[in-house]
C-alpha cells in the first residue's frame, strides 16, 4: 500500500511538502472511512511526525482525528501503527473498515438519447420548425 511509503518516509523524517499534500488529497478521494484502521493510524501517525505549521496540512489531520475518534482508536494505538507491517495476515483490530469498502464501479457507455427516426420524419420536423421561424413573432414562442 502506497501508505507503507509514507510510514517510511515519516521514520527517516523526509518531508516533501508536495507530496504529503497529494497523499492527502488521494486518502481523502479513497474515503477515510473505507480504509482499515492501520491505514488510519499509519497515515496519522506519519502525518504528525512530518508536521511543520507552513504545510498547510491542518484541515487533514483534524480529519484524521475525527476519524480515529469515530472508530474509538487510541493515541497509543496510533503510536505502534508503524512498528506493525501490513499484511493480510494482520490481527482483526488492524483490518477492520468502519465503512465496508466499495467496489469500484466502471461507469455504463453512454446511451444515444436521440435516434434518427428516418430522414422522412427529420425533413418534417425541419420544415415544421421553418415554419415557426418564418412567424413574425417566433421569439415569443
Request: net charge positive; aromatic share 8%; proline share 4%.
Amino acid at each position: 500500500e502506497v501508505w507503507q511509503i509514507l510510514c517510511s518516509l515519516a521514520q527517516v523524517g523526509r518531508e516533501d511538502r508536495g507530496l504529503l499534500k497529494s497523499l492527502a488529497r488521494l486518502a481523502l478521494r479513497h474515503d477515510l472511512g473505507t480504509m482499515t484502521n492501520w491505514a488510519i493510524c499509519v497515515i496519522s501517525w506519519s502525518y504528525a511526525q512530518l508536521e511543520s505549521p507552513q504545510d498547510g496540512l491542518g484541515d487533514f489531520r483534524q480529519r484524521l482525528q475525527m476519524e480515529l475518534k469515530l472508530r474509538e482508536i487510541s493515541t497509543s494505538e496510533v503510536a505502534q501503527s508503524w512498528q506493525v507491517a501490513y499484511s493480510e495476515d494482520m490481527d482483526e483490530f488492524w483490518l477492520r473498515r468502519r465503512i465496508a469498502q466499495r467496489p469500484l464501479f466502471i461507469a455504463p457507455r453512454p446511451v444515444k438519447l436521440l435516434r434518427r427516426r428516418s430522414a422522412e420524419a427529420d425533413l418534417k420536423q425541419a420544415a415544421e420548425v421553418g415554419k415557426l421561424l418564418a412567424k413574425p413573432n417566433w421569439k415569443e414562442l
